[in-house]
């Protein structure tokens, strides 16, 4: 194995250390805990290596980086879009991810939905809230959460299967719970109306700085880049 191999797979073992302990502190289950590598700037050796040490998601935030990883890669992976997404690039990505994390717009959706429709598929997405009410961040408002949620449910390719959300940068994590347990509560409000074609499976939330409090705050999907590979 190579030296950074080798890293990979001790930064793993410390993470999923993490985890489990956070998941036992909150009384969860760890496998119901996806851990996505997140891994933007970093090169396809070094995700090779880290698919090779049992990760299988990985998320991009930009599209042409995942486009060009994913065709470089001979791996069985799922990949993930977490960052912002144009509506002109979503006809690169339709049929690539398995899971678009941030949608954040009416129009976005319009178009995810025209073309999974094309690609005679369904577009599984995350609606992607801005709970911190941050000017320099995507994001649907909470308040206005359920209507935009109601009104993509009436799109027949896409399915929302979520929400999504980024905290604060905070040096306490503590800091930003009431972030990650307001998403929470955003998602037992919305599941209790039983939307068609929409279920609340998916909390993705939790990155290096703060994973361990969104997993006690009901996080079902940790995007952990920094702790995985270094950083960048
Ligand atoms: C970069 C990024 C992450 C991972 O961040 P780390 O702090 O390196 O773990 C997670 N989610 C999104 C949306 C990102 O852009």
């Not at 995507?138 to 959300?165: A, Y």
Request: proline share 2%; hydrophobic share 40%; charged share 30%.
């Amino acid at each position: 194995m190579t030296e950074s191999a080798d890293l990979i797979k001790s930064n793993l073992e410390a993470v999923v250390h993490r985890v489990n302990a956070a998941a036992a502190r909150a009384g969860r289950d760890p496998s119901d805990i996806k851990l996505i590598g997140v891994t933007k700037t970093i090169d396809t050796a070094r995700i090779k290596a880290a698919y090779d040490c049992g990760i299988s998601d990985f998320g991009e935030n930009r599209v042409q980086e995942l486009c060009k990883k994913a065709d470089i890669l001979d791996i069985n992976c799922n990949w993930h879009l977490i960052g912002h997404l144009q509506t002109n690039k979503v006809k690169y990505i339709i049929d690539r991810v398995s899971l678009i994390h941030s949608l954040d717009s009416h129009d976005l959706a319009v178009e995810i939905n025209r073309r999974a429709e094309s690609a005679g598929r369904i577009a599984d997405v995350l609606v992607q809230v801005n709970v911190a009410g941050e000017d320099s961040k995507f994001g649907i408002r909470p308040e206005e959460t359920l209507g935009f949620i109601k009104d993509v449910s009436r799109m027949g390719n896409i399915r929302v299967k979520g929400l999504m959300t980024i905290a604060p940068l905070a040096v306490d994590p503590e800091d930003v719970r009431w972030v990650f347990a307001g998403l929470g509560k955003l998602r037992i409000d919305i599941s209790r109306e039983n939307i068609d074609n929409v279920d609340m499976t998916c909390l993705s939330m939790g990155m290096s700085n703060d994973f361990e409090v969104a997993i006690e705050e009901g996080s079902n999907m940790v995007r952990i880049g920094t702790a995985l590979f270094g950083k960048r």
